[in-house]
């Protein structure tokens, strides 16, 4: 039984076109992220939601919004796409309130603007 | 702000040697520091973890680490490498229970046969 999925897992679209990554965590967790990997292979946070409360926003463009319906879910929303918007979208949870903080991850989504 | 080097882009090692994938870490307050392995077109995997305790962490498929406080380490460490280690490793930094992880830049780990 599958921890953190997201779908599709690649996604193929035009300049400008509007896009969604779905995701949903079956863990319990409390807090929920996005992370894009670039082609260089580095990570960076996108966003992070606690509860249904966005609580961290990397200086990512208005373009991307994040929907969180659930604590089991968060949606990524892409307005515009942009060749540069091209890499690979992971989401993320992890329990909140735990000393842990160890981040469960998705398989990843291949996003390609042409 | 905290952050995360990982000094080598590459690590080559013959299988049945010893591993040794570096990270050094800045953070402001106590460090929670992490290891993922994340193997071709897949997600990133934990391996292990430092909250507290023992300096020496031992984590998934034999891999261990050691939080050296002094020098603001955490090194990745294996006795004998496999093939199958061979993947991309980022270490990770967190000061603030989840909510604020860092991950270092990736090391690329070949292991040859």
């Known amino acids: 039984d599958t921890a953190v999925s997201q779908t599709p897992k690649y996604l193929v679209t035009q300049m400008g076109n509007d896009k969604s990554i779905k995701c949903e965590q079956n863990?319990?967790?409390?807090?929920m992220y996005w992370y894009k990997q670039d082609s260089k292979k580095f990570l960076k946070i996108m966003f992070s939601?606690?509860?249904?409360?966005?609580?961290i926003n990397e200086t990512v463009p208005n373009r991307f919004s994040p929907k969180s319906p659930d604590k089991a879910h968060l949606n990524l929303h892409i307005n515009s796409l942009e060749l540069g918007d091209s890499a690979v979208y992971f989401c993320?949870?992890?329990?909140?309130?735990?000393?842990?903080?160890?981040?469960?991850f998705g398989e990843g989504s291949r996003l390609t603007v042409l | 702000a905290q952050s995360v080097a990982q000094p080598e882009d590459q690590v080559n090692v013959a299988e049945g040697n010893p591993l040794t994938v570096k990270c050094t870490y800045s953070?402001?307050?106590?460090?929670?520091l992490f290891w993922y392995v994340q193997y071709p077109n897949r997600g990133l995997q934990f391996l292990l973890k430092?909250?507290?305790?023992?300096?020496l962490v031992k984590g998934s498929y034999g891999f261990e680490a050691e939080f050296n406080k002094s020098q603001t380490s955490f090194h990745l460490k294996k006795p004998s490498a496999l093939v199958s280690d061979s993947a991309l490793y980022f270490c990770?930094?967190?000061?603030?229970?989840?909510?604020?992880?860092?991950f270092g830049p990736g090391t690329r780990l070949s292991v040859l046969p």
């Open positions: 993320a949870s992890s329990q909140f309130t735990g000393s842990t903080g160890e981040l469960f």
């Open positions: 863990l319990g967790h409390d807090t």
């Open positions: 939601y606690n509860n249904k409360e966005l609580i």
């Open positions: 953070v402001s307050g106590n460090p929670y």
């Open positions: 430092y909250i507290t305790g023992d300096n």
């Open positions: 990770a930094v967190d000061d603030n229970y989840g909510q604020n992880f860092v």
